[in-house]
């Protein structure tokens, strides 16, 4: 698990600064979870990394997230389980489901549980679909999304 700073945001015409919301990404595979981190702290958020959902339901700041984003397959606990996890504890943590394999029953399943975005890996991230599920995200919590 890594934790960059906490930035701060200048947030609209007021002059307030406030903490960037917390984003997590739970992802196995060591580059996509770097890539994802660099790219969201290039936008100004705070990003923290686990490399299983196992550490993330762990850790300590699995309240504090306002929105995560996980990958769909990992061993142990998949990204799906994850959110059944994450719904019996609960918690309504917006979710962003990353893949490199695409699967419409999966994506269905996702989708009708409660996430935010199931976007492939590769393009759907570095195109705008992937800031404008993370909006809608924090939107839903009500967190700022002013950084993109």
């Known amino acids: 698990m890594r934790l960059g700073i906490g930035y701060l945001l200048h947030q609209g015409g007021n002059k307030r600064l406030k903490e960037a919301p917390l984003i997590s990404i739970v992802d196995d595979d060591d580059l996509s979870r770097a890539a994802v981190e660099s790219l969201l702290r290039s936008r100004g958020f705070t990003a923290c990394t686990f490399s299983s959902a ?28 994850l959110q059944q996890y994450l719904s019996l504890l609960g918690l309504d943590t917006p979710i962003i489901f990353l893949t490199a394999y695409p699967d419409d029953a999966i994506e269905a399943r996702a989708l009708k549980a409660g996430a935010v975005g199931f976007l492939k890996k590769g393009h759907d991230i570095w195109g705008g679909r992937f800031f404008a599920c993370l909006q809608e995200a924090l939107a839903s919590r009500g967190a700022s999304a002013s950084n993109s």
Request: charged letters at 25%; hydrophobic letters at 35%; proline letters at 7%.
């Open 54 to 81: 196992e550490s993330y339901l762990r850790s300590p700041l699995l309240k504090k997230t306002k929105c995560l984003i996980a990958d769909v397959q990992m061993p142990n606990v998949d990204g799906l389980q």
